[in-house]
T-cell receptor, first 112, second 110 residues
Framework: DGGITQSPKYLFRKEGQNVTLSCEQNLNHDAMYWYRQDPGQGLRLIYYSQIVNDFQKGDIAEGYSVSREKKESFPLTVTSAQKNPTAFYLC???????????FGQGTRLTVV | DAKTTQPPSMDCAEGRAANLPCNHSTISGNEYVYWYRQIHSQGPQYIIHGLKNNETNEMASLIITEDRKSSTLILPHATLRDTAVYYCIVRAGYGQNFVFGPGTRLSVLP
């Protein structure tokens, strides 16, 4: 099946540890996005990538890092510099920057 | 900040049409109106989008006013599975991203 896969669905980490969230798509989409959602809130953009080997900061990039070495993969690292990392993280992709985006099912990260 | 304004919540009886309004009074000529919905603890689901003409697909209809300052998403026969948060987004394209506001929480009641 074509789609966007985020793994794992639930992730627990100790405070001070870096953690990497996976996002893979087999839709041949050029653009990929990472969003963060806090309880009862809308989505906020962390990073986005219009094309392989290129990415830009979104509204809340501090404490996060990404890479886009392959078209189908856009991993997000939550670093120890992120003050409040516990949240629901959503990855999305779109054919290009002009078309609708499709979302994965999210990873719920809990830092204790 | 989101460029759209939506009511925080709405109720709809099962089987009836759900009409979800959205104001986007500052929309630019090249900006599309997109609608997504999010069922609890899942990723947002794309519903429909349009520029200035009304649009219809298997999920919903999108009615955009002639001045493009507001739109309405119509779910023609709401079911319990349509209970979700619905987001209205305006977006031009390259260099812009999907800005999600708080949306409208639609509750479909039996």
């Amino acid at each position: 099946d074509g789609g966007i896969t985020q793994s794992p669905k639930y992730l627990f980490r100790k405070e001070g540890q870096n953690v990497t969230l996976s996002c893979e798509q087999n839709l041949n989409h050029d653009a990929m996005y990472w969003y963060r959602q806090d309880p009862g809130q809308g989505l906020r953009l962390i990073y986005y990538s219009q094309i392989v080997n290129d990415f830009q900061k979104g509204d809340i990039a501090e404490g996060y890092s990404v890479s886009r070495e392959k078209k189908e993969s856009f991993p997000l690292t939550v670093t120890s510099a992120q003050k409040n990392p516990t949240a629901f993280y959503l990855c999305a992709s779109s054919i290009d920057s002009w078309t609708e985006a499709f979302f994965g099912q999210g990873t719920r990260l809990t830092v204790v | 900040d989101a460029k759209t304004t939506q009511p925080p919540s709405m109720d709809c009886a099962e089987g009836r049409a759900a009409n979800l309004p959205c104001n986007h009074s500052t929309i630019s000529g090249n900006e599309y109106v997109y609608w997504y919905r999010q069922i609890h603890s899942q990723g947002p689901q794309y519903i429909i989008h349009g520029l200035k003409n009304n649009e219809t697909n298997e999920m919903a209809s999108l009615i955009i006013t002639e001045d493009r300052k507001s739109s309405t998403l119509i779910l023609p026969h709401a079911t319990l599975r349509d209970t979700a948060v619905y987001y209205c987004i305006v977006r031009a394209g390259y260099g812009q991203n999907f800005v999600f506001g708080p949306g409208t929480r639609l509750s479909v009641l039996p």
